[in-house]
């Protein structure tokens, strides 16, 4: 079955989600967490480090991720398993890396977030973002500003 990671990106109460491009065959025009599959050889977490980086250009920090869930779906047809992950520290500034998967990236507070492809994930995010949403870590310089 192949295998799909997704990272949500919290900072101070919110959410960054990518807006999928309408040329997309799963999810067309719709917000999502960042990601995309696992190649043959790779972990779950090397995945999620190199699609982080390709798609917004950041550096996942070792130790920041904690596991939110995994699911099977059928985004297009075919099962696949999901496994969405929580990301508290990185390097860098995000930015749409990949235009050609997404057309938009935008933060979002956790109460006004627009709803995600799948359930699971988003109330998996929800309830890990409330547990840690006190917690600062990382380097101010990308911290969100209210």
């Keep these: 079955m192949l295998g799909v990671v997704v990272g949500a990106l919290v900072r101070e109460d919110r959410v960054l989600l990518v807006h999928r491009s309408p ?6 025009g719709r917000w999502d967490l960042p990601g995309g599959v696992v190649e043959d050889g790779e ?7 190199r699609e982080l980086r390709e798609e917004l250009g950041v550096q996942v920090a070792t130790g920041s991720t904690s ?3 995994r699911v099977t779906v059928r985004p297009a047809g075919e099962p696949v398993l999901l496994s969405a992950w929580l990301v ?3 390097a860098g500034v995000p930015t749409n890396a990949a ?3 997404h057309d938009d990236i935008r933060w979002f507070g956790l109460a006004s977030m627009p709803s995600l492809p799948y ?17 600062p870590v990382g380097d101010a310089s990308h911290r969100i500003r209210r």
Excluded: F, N, T, Y
């Design 88 to 90: 508290r520290d990185w």
């Design 43 to 49: 972990s779950e977490m090397g995945a999620l480090a």
């Design 119 to 135: 359930e699971a994930v988003q109330a998996a995010l929800v309830r890990a973002a409330a547990l840690i949403s006190r917690v």
């Design 67 to 69: 596991h939110l869930c």
């Design 99 to 101: 235009p050609e998967e």
């Design 23 to 28: 040329s997309k065959r799963a999810h067309p």
